[in-house]
């Protein structure tokens, strides 16, 4: 399929500008794959904008370099009243006083100040937007340019104890996106039952994957004064336990410790729920068996030096960390949770899949990743190919379609304006 903006950018048209919008930069997967999207679309099809609310050490010190040189960034609230309390909470560092100025007293000033500093970017000529977290349309109600939405996590436990989330989604896919983009198709079937009268809004769109680029990481060297001694099992992600699982992993590597397992654990990430992970770990006599590596900028490295990546996590949209591990030849053991794994996965063929939480079923596949040799042998053949199959590599050219169909409904010039 022909890409659609490169045809206009070609007969000399005004290149198509999208303005891509995300609260701030973690060191997590949904800035991971912003990252990897904005680089994939081709430089002579868009001209891409930025927008972050807050500022982060991790957008200075990794991501900043990682975007393409003519991306436009700005950061929305810079100053220091506007985001230091908001970053104390994120760390889970805040205390009474700072929590009244940061959720009594500061909103009412900081959300109409965000709406006209992002509205005053987007008057800058921008013909698409793309909230990548879904917090803009929170900010800013409908814009007067068609706004995409990205939803990264799974929807299906929202009609379970979370009605009030469940309500904010719909009044955004109705009245705020022209088009809301779920990561998987199990995300997407979920979206269309909870919210019918939007199924036409819907739309499925994979993370962009370089798989390329992350092989030929993989294969970098480990820092020696980081890298463990012997054979290591790796798990990666944010060390954050309302989302993540690492409990249930440190459990059950406990377990394989007591049967006498070689391998120590590495956990590769940062967050706030290190330090109860550290006194976990400590708890059950494990302290002196588990590395807490903390940020690694390369983790694909340690993925790949591993002898088996274990993911486990309560709740996901599609974890890049998985597609990860198939990538660099990694046999790889996951929770069976909403949504992802499973698909990536596909149905346990390409890595083995266990029940959430449940420790003994996470050591038991385990074991029989790092000691059944058929069993491994027979898992990395079908994910090396699942993963060609899954269709990353088309992901941005996909993107430029959807771009195209809501620039066309607004009235945008596109490519069949410019040639009839």
Not at 72 to 86: D, I, M, N
Request: glycine residues 6%; contains cysteine; charged residues 25%.
């Amino acid at each position: 399929m022909a890409d659609p903006t490169k045809a206009l950018a070609a007969q000399g048209e005004r290149k198509p500008r999208v303005l891509f919008h995300v609260t701030h930069f973690l060191h997590g997967g949904i800035e991971t794959s912003l990252v990897s999207l904005i680089t994939a679309l081709d430089r002579e099809g868009f001209e891409i904008g930025l927008t972050v609310t807050y500022p982060s050490e991790a957008l200075e010190t990794h991501f900043r370099a990682r975007l393409p040189a003519g991306v436009k960034l700005q950061v929305l609230a810079p100053e220091r009243w506007l985001s230091h309390c908001r970053q104390l909470k994120k760390a889970r560092k805040l205390g009474p006083l700072g929590k009244i100025y940061e959720e009594v007293l500061l909103p009412p000033v900081r959300k109409p100040l965000m709406n006209r500093r992002f509205r005053q970017v987007l008057a800058q000529g921008y013909d698409v937007v793309v909230d990548y977290d879904m917090s803009l349309s929170r900010i800013t109600g409908p814009l007067p340019v068609p706004m995409m939405g990205y939803q990264h996590f799974s929807v299906a436990h929202l009609e379970r104890g979370h009605r009030r989330k469940l309500r904010k989604l719909r009044h955004q896919c109705r009245t705020d996106y022209a088009a809301v983009v779920m990561l998987t198709d199990s995300m997407l079937n979920d979206a269309r039952a909870l919210i019918p009268d939007v199924a036409d809004k819907l739309v499925r769109l994979y993370n962009t994957i370089d798989l390329d680029s992350i092989r030929a990481r993989a294969n970098a060297p480990l820092d020696p004064s980081a890298q463990p001694a012997g054979p290591y099992i790796v798990s990666v992600g944010r060390l954050e336990e309302s989302q993540k699982d690492f409990t249930t992993l440190l459990h059950a590597y406990a377990q394989l410790a007591k049967e006498g397992i070689d391998e120590d654990l590495v956990l590769v990430g940062d967050g706030a729920s290190r330090p109860q992970l550290e006194a976990l770990a400590a708890s059950l006599g494990i302290a002196d068996r588990v590395t807490f590596a903390g940020f690694q900028s390369n983790p694909h490295a340690w993925i790949r030096k591993s002898r088996l990546l274990a993911f486990s996590s309560k709740m996901e949209g599609l974890p890049n960390v998985l597609l990860e591990g198939l990538a660099v030849g990694q046999v790889v053991v996951s929770t069976d949770c909403p949504t992802g794994p499973r698909e990536i996965l596909d149905d346990g063929r390409a890595g083995l899949l266990v029940p959430v939480g449940d420790a003994a079923q996470l050591a038991a596949a385990i074991r029989r990743g790092l000691q059944d040799a058929a069993l491994r042998e027979s898992l990395l053949a079908h994910a090396a190919t699942h993963i060609e199959q899954m269709g990353f590599r088309p992901t941005a050219e996909a993107f430029s379609v959807l771009a195209d169909r809501l620039m066309r409904r607004a009235g945008v010039p596109t490519v069949a304006a410019a040639t009839a």
